[in-house]
């Protein structure tokens, strides 16, 4: 048996299912070259059109928050209600109007 | 304890009370997020089990792919079997992010170490074992894998969703073609039922053993990893599948099958799980056959991922000389 030395990079997939939406994460797949790894992005994410176009990057090149830092990272956004539109009161008539 | 070990033990237990939080509220676990180290381990042995399931299950049905009936056959079972690796495919990416190398789980299977679908060790005698495959075994795999598509792990659940999605196409050109032999000659109709005949119990075995003897089972159960037990599934796929045999005239080989009026479900006979195990520990029919044609696939691919690896090798070098 050869031996198992599959060393080949991960490569996040982005699928876009129609054009002007949003590209989203698929999944990943292994693969040795960016041109392969379009390919085989297509053939596992997309054999049902489920894409009109795709986006593959290497994943040691995503950068992300971790789960510890959830709360310190993203409280600055808790105390800012004044940012929702829920925030501000609209005399009567016009608010039964819209 | 000291200090030290005082406050790693409590820092230990906030964790554990995150991970319970999450899971009582619902919650999914995601890879980064902090798990019991049993937590893993259970999740890397199911999931690589259900992704060796996939990769294998390839086989049986590939055995057919050049002596379909027809055109319009050969194609659909073309579009399954790719179909079959795709999902192999996302499970052993899901697996992965729980920290084991994909290289790991090959390996695994290919030592046979690793155990996957006791049903995939059974031979695909006729034709009409293809349709009973897509009708059964794919019915049996969408039951569970509708309910792992809510598993609390992240990545399993998506997975398991993603798999839902096509799932259903395999099971309906089975039944289609199913029907189309139950209704057809006398000997298609002989050949169909022998094959339920030789299906249905490695079929029912597929759940595993019944909860009073499935000690992983109530362990997945309390992490939301599963949400029913073997035998509620099991239950379920019997309850849709006796209705399915009976609206195309099939029998179903289990003398004892009848409808619980009381409790509006079949009861269905003893299930031989001595055969199970004996199947799922290496002792089936084509156990060696399975294993033997994993092997040589991956040796006689071995060029081809080389010669992938170096053009992608050589075609690096080339950007870096003309910068």
Known sequence: MSEITNDWPVWEVFTQKKSGAPHEHAGNLHAPDAEMALQNARDVYSRRNEAVSIWVVPAEHIVSSTPEDMGPFFDPANDKIYRHPQFYSVPKVVKKRS | ?323
């Open chain 2, 1 to 323: 304890m000291n200090f030290n070990e005082k406050s790693a033990f409590m820092e230990e237990q906030a964790r554990l009370d995150e991970f319970n939080r999450k899971l009582e509220a619902g919650e999914k676990i995601e890879p980064k997020d902090w798990m019991p180290e049993r937590f893993r381990k259970q999740l890397i042995r199911m999931m690589s089990q259900h992704a060796h399931s996939e990769i294998v299950g390839m086989l049986p049905e590939g055995n057919w792919i050049t002596r379909a009936p027809s055109l319009r056959r050969k194609l659909i079972l073309l579009a399954k079997v790719q179909d079959e690796a795709g999902h192999g495919l996302y499970l052993y990416s899901g697996t992965e992010t729980l920290g084991v190398s994909r290289e790991q789980l090959i390996e695994d299977l290919h030592s046979g170490r690793a155990k996957y679908a006791n049903i995939f060790n059974y031979p695909t005698l006729t034709w009409a074992d293809i349709p009973i495959i897509g009708w059964l075994v794919d019915g049996a795999a969408i039951v569970n894998q509708t309910m792992l598509a809510k598993s609390s792990y992240g990545p399993y659940a998506r997975a398991n969703l993603r798999i839902c999605k096509e799932e259903s196409f395999h099971k309906k050109q089975g039944y289609e073609a199913v029907a189309l032999l139950a209704n057809g000659t006398p000997e298609q109709k002989k050949m169909v039922q022998d094959a339920v005949d030789r299906w249905w119990w490695p079929t029912l075995m597929m759940f595993g053993p019944h909860d009073s003897n499935s000690p992983n089972s109530s362990e997945l159960i309390n992490w939301k990893v599963k949400t029913k037990t073997n035998d509620e599934l099991r239950q379920s796929f019997v309850d849709r599948t006796v209705e399915e045999a009976h609206a195309v005239g099939l029998t179903i080989p289990d003398p004892d099958l009848k409808f619980n009026e009381e409790i509006g479900h079949w009861d269905f006979g003893p299930i031989d799980f001595d055969e199970l195990y004996r199947v799922v520990n290496g002792d089936g029919p084509c156990n060696k056959e399975r294993l033997d044609a994993r092997r040589s696939a991956w040796d006689n691919g071995a060029w081809v991922r080389d010669a992938a690896s170096e053009y992608a090798r050589k075609q690096k070098l080339r950007t870096i000389k003309a910068s």
